[in-house]
């Protein structure tokens, strides 16, 4: 049966007994992305997550920054060292030093900016002169090295690319100075890496420094019975004809007629005489070279003279007894 509500008062009974069905609840669920959403958005204003971004990007910004630093300061390194002729020393030592204060500086922004770690900053700057105690006497060799790297760059006993002789340690070619430790390279190819304040308790010896030339000691011995003239003679011919020879006299000395290649007698050993050669080269590196050429050269020349270079041999006499006449049978 079909029910018309035709009348006004049937459409109003309709219509309100309609209104008291009972709705559905919806379920109060909001979706998955929604909640993250939230949790992001709570994780972003969130103190730690701040506090996180602000050494991060802190961080970053100092070893971008670091390293822009370091290869502006490599490329003009390289520009003064070849257009201005200067000494790459001190700009080695800024460099390593910009890595420091770089980073320095980062740390102390990063404290500035957290305020948990300013309260820290503040309890450990009031207990300073305890904390400064230890911190020096545990570290003093630390600062010994960055004192003693500074005065080297200041005073220069050795610059980059010098030939130096550190007391017993080694010798070497000067790579880096950094604010610990030096770095040189020896003539094996090894690096080695001295700290700066033994370098400065240590006797230096720089083949570089203010002049490159360098007169070489050849030491050359020939035996006794060798005509010494002829020998001498024979070393300077061979040292003239070497490349790397260069003649070191001053103007003084070539007009007073001094040898460009002086050999003197400088002893007599058990069973030689020692004759040394005063043989002038462009550096170190050239004289070493020069040296050992010599060497062989000299000794080709003495075998084919008849020059001989004794080893060391003994003559031994036997005395006869005192009580025996040299004439009388035994």
Not at 20 to 35: E, H, Q, Y
Not at 53 to 82: E, H, M, N, P
Not at 195 to 211: F, Y
């Amino acid at each position: 049966m079909r029910l018309c509500h035709n009348t006004p008062i049937q459409k109003k009974k309709a219509k309100k007994a309609l209104s008291f069905r009972p709705r559905k609840k919806i379920p109060n669920v909001l979706p998955d992305n929604i909640k993250k959403r939230k949790k992001m958005r709570n994780l972003i204003e969130s103190e730690n997550f701040r506090y996180f971004l602000i050494i991060t990007i802190t961080l970053l910004i100092a070893i971008f920054g670091t390293w822009a630093l370091r290869v502006a300061i490599d490329r003009y390194i390289k520009f003064s060292s070849k257009k201005l002729n200067s000494d790459p020393t001190k700009y080695k030592f800024l460099k390593n030093a910009v890595s420091f204060l770089v980073y320095a500086g980062a740390l102390i922004f990063i404290f500035i900016s957290i305020p948990a770690l300013r309260t820290l900053g503040v309890t450990l700057f009031a207990g300073a002169g305890v904390i400064t105690a230890i911190i020096l006497f545990a570290s003093q060799a630390a600062f010994a090295n960055i004192i003693s790297g500074i005065f080297i760059v200041i005073f220069k006993p050795f610059k980059i690319n010098d030939i130096v002789d550190i007391g017993t340690l080694s010798k070497g070619r000067v790579e880096d100075i950094t604010l610990r430790h030096t770095v040189i390279r020896n003539f094996e190819n090894r690096r080695l890496i001295i700290p700066n304040s033994v370098i400065s308790n240590e006797t230096i010896t720089n083949s570089d420094l203010i002049d490159e030339k360098i007169c070489n000691f050849c030491e050359f011995m020939i035996s006794y019975d060798s005509d010494i003239n002829r020998a001498m003679a024979l070393i300077a011919e061979e040292a003239r004809k070497h490349p790397d020879f260069m003649d070191g006299r001053t103007e003084e000395e070539k007009a007073t007629g001094t040898p460009d290649v002086m050999v003197r007698v400088t002893g007599f050993g058990e069973s030689s005489v020692n004759l040394r050669a005063y043989v002038w080269s462009a550096d170190h590196t050239s004289g070493f070279r020069m040296k050992c050429d010599l060497y062989k050269s000299v000794k080709e020349r003495f075998d084919q003279q008849g020059i001989e270079i004794p080893f060391p041999y003994r003559t031994i006499v036997f005395k006869n007894n005192k009580n025996e006449k040299p004439w009388q049978d035994t």
